[in-house]
């Protein structure tokens, strides 16, 4: 060979290619023969040609077109997943587990906690979902919703006028059903006149409502029965309730006051998952004789829903001109306002929190749902950090092990089973636990929320096992592949082998992690529990403390001597009669036009319905004029609400400003007009502004106006003395005035919290898992010091002997646990602000979120990590040094 | 007897081995084939072939050779076995066999 002349090389990059990607154990023989080849190509063909000959005789020994010589085998080796191999996988893990009991019990109570979580969760996401789902031809099935737009104010709801139905049914003589229905969600039965109940879900239907709502009937023909007047179905539960029997057909009870129905058949109980679990249905012909209210009026609106099946494969779309042209025909809206009529699909009514409805069963908002199902997943993914960061720390013992298993014969492969095995064994002993501990959840899960669970044992336990595998890999996949690298020659070198520190990142990530998931919760809930607190301590303009609000019936004629027999009793200080206290769901909204000259201009408005003592019982501020007086009351004892007599207006300084006025004094005097029949009433007085509903909206102009045909309600302001002698003196009184009728009274404190429902479940279920979350990461965080702390137990008792102080032992061991806390908090701070900024929006009236509040989480976290780490740390420092020093 | 199966490019790449006799490499076969029958063939496909002869047992192989054009890396050379030598002959044996059953008439070039 000359060597003048250099061997010509093919491309270095190809080169390398080759190298990484060809096996080792043919490497040094495919290199050689591509270079010659190259050599000889060169030669012939050029530089050009060699190169790209080259290139692709390195492509055809590349995975996966290459074939791998197979090793010599000279032991026995057995079949990865052998069944002997599968047992002793099994095996050896179970007395891995058995010889770390402490590491174990954290690995299992801590999977067990987050599998019965994320399953909770998940049995609840599902039933959520599942509204609805089993009624046949769902999809076909549309609530008729409508959309006022108002300026800037959009109105979305289920109710429609009852005059609805019959007109759909004529212009849309293409829907092959149309079913009207009235719900009654507070009303009584009498089953005779000494027994009284309560009942919540009475349902109004038409025969239709068969063809798009399963209902199954025990005896009787609904279709037949709910085609006649003064017929109604009972449910089996319900028979019972009423009658103690459920062979009641043919017996006859009252619906109210007035309302005779007779029993004519029974059907199932209605599934948890529907938005209409009727206790009975009532004929829809009975409606006109239980509610007169306006039944046959367009403007009307109260309690009626209607539902429609569209034609087979055709969208509600197709529909919009048509049904703009009935609301123009019927209901078509004055001055600026526009309406609209939507038809909103049966299974997305579930969800929709935005339109106010008929249902029994309140919407949930899907972002509440996406948020407990993430949290359900964090606490399962904590929980899976611990096992990882367990498993990685104990590495440096079960190196030892790897290596001899290696040198005598294990593959990778079967490493790595034998570790997911361990974290199989686990979350397989962890799910069998949270499969138990649901049992005992379950029920109160579901008398928490409300709400019936679908429970399937079938489901549950595919779901469960799921779960299982899901953790099982999420856990011990990473322990597994990290464990089964280590080289056999390294793992049983005596040298004491430290973590490497992509390793030691790793798992202080992970830490830092935890400790923000759990933190972001904890400022979660203390932002909660201060915005729980404005609603219980805002002041809304009135008095709330010791007011009793009973129900009333009476009539207005015997008012009077009603309110004076109460008064007579000590422990009253006042009595008003009214339709809802002045914060109440029970609301009559309309509009208000402030100057009658001009009636296109108007606002929204609250209409307060409330006699003379109104202003005493709830301490109402009276800012300029007087409050309503005794003889307004007289005036207009009886009747419907009529334009032509003669009312006086208070009303809230938002009207005052409404008006365009300045000083509450200005208003009085002038003439405003309502849409409550178009009274035109003159404002005698002006009282400080409060709120009408919930924290949730702003403070809205109102108007106080007595009538007496709507008091509904007796509000009475109590004296501090002995609460229950006056309850029940009361109630004597009450039971004088009334017959046939249930008594029913309650604080307005308590309803007032009862606006805020929803927000108190939501605080309670942030609670339990956000001290969930934290208490697995401390198991965790214990269980890692432990670890750590114990490895390092020469080197405390060389410090030791050197003359460290416990204290700055102690110091020591902790700074590394607390620094990752602080980390975390400096993650989870601006996390949880947004966060809880975002779920603050929601209320018009909201605390501001105070540095405190991160200040205090953040010192808690740090507490509680040191209390955890403190007891390894400080049994670590007191140790005696010649025990720890001692040579084995 | 128990019969190996032998395809026709492992056949080729065995008759090939036995050609260059104690000569046999990867590159020096992939060669041969190609000058001896024109085909175009990747290396690879050499690479790969000799790997499943050597696992079926009809060549062995042992490393040495290493010439300096090729880097100082040594070659794989490749032996034919005598299990090797036996499948080439048996096939030659059942293929002259076969030629005997075939009618002449069938394999006239074209009609007449």
Known sequence: MNPKVPTPAPPRWAQRLLAWLHPDDTLEEVEGDLQELYTYWYGRAGKRQAALRYLLNVLSVLPPFVRRRKREKDYYQPYLLHPDMIRNYLKIAWRNLRKYPATTAVHLLGLTVGLTTCLLIGLFLRSEWLYDRYQPQGERTYRVNLIDRHENETEYSGITPYPMGEALRTDFPDWPVVVSMHTEGDAFVAISPEKLLPEKRALFVEPQFLDLFTVEMVTGNARQALGQPNQAILSESTAKRYFGTTDVVGRTFHLGQKTQLQVAGIMRDMPGQTNLPANLLVSYKTLKEYFDLGVDQWGMRSQGSIFIRLPENQAPDKYRARMQQLVNKYMKPDGTETREIVLQPLHAIHFDVQAEGTDFVPAVSPTYLWTFGLIGLFVLLIACVNFINLSTAHAMIRAKEVGIRKSIGATRHQLMGQFIGEAGWLAGGAALLSLGLMQVVLPRLEDFLERELDFRWVEVAGMVAALAVLTALAAGLYPALFLSRFKPIKALSSRVQSASSGQVWLRQGLVVFQFTVSLVLAVGVAIIYQQMNLFREKDLGFQREAVLTVDVTSKAAKRPAFRDALLQIQGVEAVSFAFGAPTSNNNFNTKLIPNPAIPEQWVDANIKIADAGYQKTFGLKLLAGRFLEPQDTLTNASGMPSSDRKYVFVVNEAVVRAMGYSQPAQAIGKQIQIGLNDIKAEIVGVVANFHVSSLHEAIKPAVIMNFPYFYETAHLKLRPTSYPSTLAAVEGVWKQFHTNTLYNSRFVEDSLQELYVEEARQFTLLRIFAGLALVICCLGLWGLSTFLIERRTKEIGVRKVLGASITSIVALLSTDFVRLVLIAFVIASPIAWYVMNQWLETFVYQIDIEWWVFALAGTLAVGIALLTVSFQSIKAALMNPVRSLRSE | ?112
């Open chain 2, 1 to 112: 007897m128990r019969r190996t199966y032998l395809g026709e490019f492992e056949e080729i790449v065995l008759l090939m081995v036995a050609i260059l006799d104690g000569e046999a490499y990867g590159l020096s076969v992939s060669q041969e084939i190609e000058q001896q029958t024109g085909r175009m063939i990747t290396f690879g496909a050499v690479h790969n072939t000799l790997i499943r002869l050597e696992e079926k047992g009809f060549v062995k192989s042992q490393l040495g050779g290493a010439t300096a054009e090729r880097g100082g890396r040594r070659k794989r050379l490749f032996t034919i076995t005598a299990h090797g030598s036996r499948a080439l002959q048996d096939v030659q044996q059942l293929r002259s066999q076969l030629w005997q059953l075939v009618p002449p008439s069938a394999l006239k070039v074209s009609g007449i």
